[in-house]
């Protein structure tokens, strides 16, 4: 079992950064690819970026890639992402995902197993 709750949420303005964590439970982190997704209203959730397990690999939707980056520390149980250059079309709620322990590449929706509760970022103009 796999609990994440997500903080770093907030108001910019375009062109400005943020970054989010995602603050894992369990013993079993280090073992498990970890993404982010967002969601905005009347659209399906979708794939922004991932991460393997030991960091080695990383997938970014195209309309994030050179702008955003994921990391993680596994000492902390915690995965992070690095928004910068931030366009008022980035506003959502961001979730912290977790699919299947050793998943390779984007990150399939229907493929994740654990959610985070989501963090809104609103981006001004």
């Known amino acids: 079992q796999v609990q994440l709750v997500e903080s770093g949420g907030g108001l910019v303005q375009a062109g400005g950064s943020l970054r989010l964590s995602c603050a894992a439970s369990?013993?079993?982190?280090?073992?498990?690819?970890m993404g982010w997704f967002r969601q905005t209203p009347g659209k399906e959730r979708e794939f922004v970026a991932a991460i393997t397990w030991t960091g080695g690999s990383t997938y970014y939707a195209d309309s994030v890639k050179g702008r955003f980056t994921i990391s993680r520390d596994n000492a902390k149980n915690t995965v992070y992402l690095q928004m910068n250059s931030l366009k008022p079309e980035d506003t959502a709620v961001y979730y912290c995902?977790?699919?299947?322990?050793?998943?390779?590449?984007?990150?399939?929706?229907?493929?994740?197993?654990?959610w985070g509760q989501g963090t809104q970022v609103t981006v001004s103009s």
């Open positions: 995902a977790a699919p299947d322990s050793r998943y390779i590449g984007p990150i399939r929706g229907n493929d994740v197993n654990y």
């Open positions: 369990g013993r079993t982190f280090s073992t498990y690819t």
